[in-house]
């Protein structure tokens, strides 16, 4: 077998040095930008946490009250769907309340079909278009 002869390439060990000169000289000069730019990033990564954590919650929510307002529907007690019963939310309200969840989205949806059966075409295409369809069978 062959054996290779490691060589020391002192050119090489002056570039890296070069670089890491280099390198530090920028941070040095540009510490309160880079840390204020670092900071600012934390604190925007936090925000979307702690908002995707609240959303997911609210979500929670109107699905656990959207639940009455489907059975209301399979039932075709729609004015019920619709409106809800004093104890559980109709679509209208979901819709109304939790806005960005996803449940909210369906629930625009499920006012819309609630139109749909009384007759009110225009309120329906409303609540219809209003529907972002990110469900690919829905949608």
């Not at 729609?78 to 629930?107: C, R, V, W």
């Not at 609630?114 to 278009?129: A, P, R, T, V, W």
């Amino acid at each position: 077998m062959a054996k290779t002869k490691k060589e020391d390439n002192p050119q090489g060990i002056k570039n890296v040095e070069q670089t890491l000169t280099n390198t530090k000289q920028i941070l040095e000069d540009n510490y309160k930008p880079f840390f204020i730019v670092l900071g600012v990033l934390v604190v925007l990564i936090g925000l979307f946490w702690l908002g995707k954590m609240y959303i997911g919650k609210k979500n929670d929510e109107a699905q656990s009250q959207m639940y009455q307002a489907q059975k209301y529907l399979e039932l075709d007690s729609i004015s019920l769907a619709l409106n809800g019963d004093g104890n559980y939310l109709g679509f209208l309200d979901i819709a109304k309340e939790y806005k960005f969840t996803s449940a909210g989205n369906l629930a625009k949806y499920g006012a819309g079909i609630c139109y749909l059966h009384l007759g009110n075409y225009e309120e329906e295409i409303d609540f219809l278009k209003k529907y972002s369809k990110k469900d690919k069978v829905l949608g």
